[in-house]
T-cell receptor, first 114, second 110 residues
Framework: EPEVTQTPSHQVTQMGQEVILRCVPI?????FYWYRQILGQKVEFLVS????????KSEIFDDQFSVERPDGSNFTLKIRSTKLEDSAMYFC????????????FGPGTRLTVL | GQSLEQPSEVTAVEGAIVQINCTYQ??????LSWYQQHDGGAPTFLSY????GLEETGRFSSFLSRSDSYGYLLLQELQMKDSASYFC???????????FGPGTRLSVLP
């Protein structure tokens, strides 16, 4: 069964450094998402992406964040200058049709900012 | 504004039936989804209701009342492996912004 994959599984970085989290969505899916989950808290929407552009972003997704689909398979989330409060699990998800369609989540990348 | 409410914790025994409620207040509504998340794992889709009524998928059922802004997830014949957090989620803002509830931690006891 096709699945969403994410790398790395765990990323440790120093405050102020840039990190890039990578995702490979399910191959025929057209809608891509990033979420984060701070330990013990709920899942929070960051951004949705369709047709090579951002469809919607939350208040969390400020100028420090950017997303990119650099090729036909990868979907990346970049945090330019990490802060301590960026420490969280970051989930990528994809769906075939968007909006009401089922979103399939990747296993997540645990980001630790020191 | 947008908000979803769920009970924080529910405990039940193996074989029992449990209902997890979710009330929501969002700008725009495109359906209520339910996700299961085991500790350390990713959310996994369980069900989706766009219309009022009950949707059944094996041991799990989900209900929606749009007029009451309310839904629930019903888990039957509970098993130990059902111990997890359960999140309701609403597609908000004309189908682009997915809002999760705070989650309900279900503990299934032997």
């Amino acid at each position: 069964e096709p699945e969403v994959t994410q790398t790395p599984s765990h990323q440790v970085t120093q405050m102020g450094q840039e990190v890039i989290l990578r995702c490979v969505p399910i191959s025929n899916h057209l809608y891509f998402y990033w979420y984060r989950q701070i330990l013990g808290q709920k899942v929070e929407f960051l951004v949705s992406f369709y047709n090579n552009e951002i469809s919607e972003k939350s208040e969390i997704f400020d100028d420090q964040f950017s997303v990119e689909r650099p090729d036909g398979s990868n979907f990346t989330l970049k945090i330019r200058s990490t802060k301590l409060e960026d420490s969280a699990m970051y989930f990528c998800a994809s769906s075939l049709q968007g909006s009401t369609d089922t979103q399939y989540f990747g296993p997540g990348t645990r980001l630790t900012v020191l | 504004g947008q908000s979803l409410e769920q009970p924080s914790e529910v405990t039940a025994v193996e074989g029992a039936i449990v209902q997890i409620n979710c009330t929501y207040q969002t700008s725009g509504f495109y359906g209520l989804s339910w996700y299961q998340q085991h500790d350390g794992g990713a959310p996994t889709f369980l069900s989706y209701n766009a219309l009022d009524g009950l949707e059944e998928t094996g041991r799990f059922s989900s209900f929606l009342s749009r007029s009451d802004s309310y839904g629930y997830l019903l888990l039957q014949e509970l098993q130990m492996k059902d111990s997890a957090s359960y999140f309701c989620a609403v597609m908000d803002n004309y189908g682009q912004n997915f809002v999760f509830g705070p989650g309900t931690r279900l503990s299934v006891l032997p």
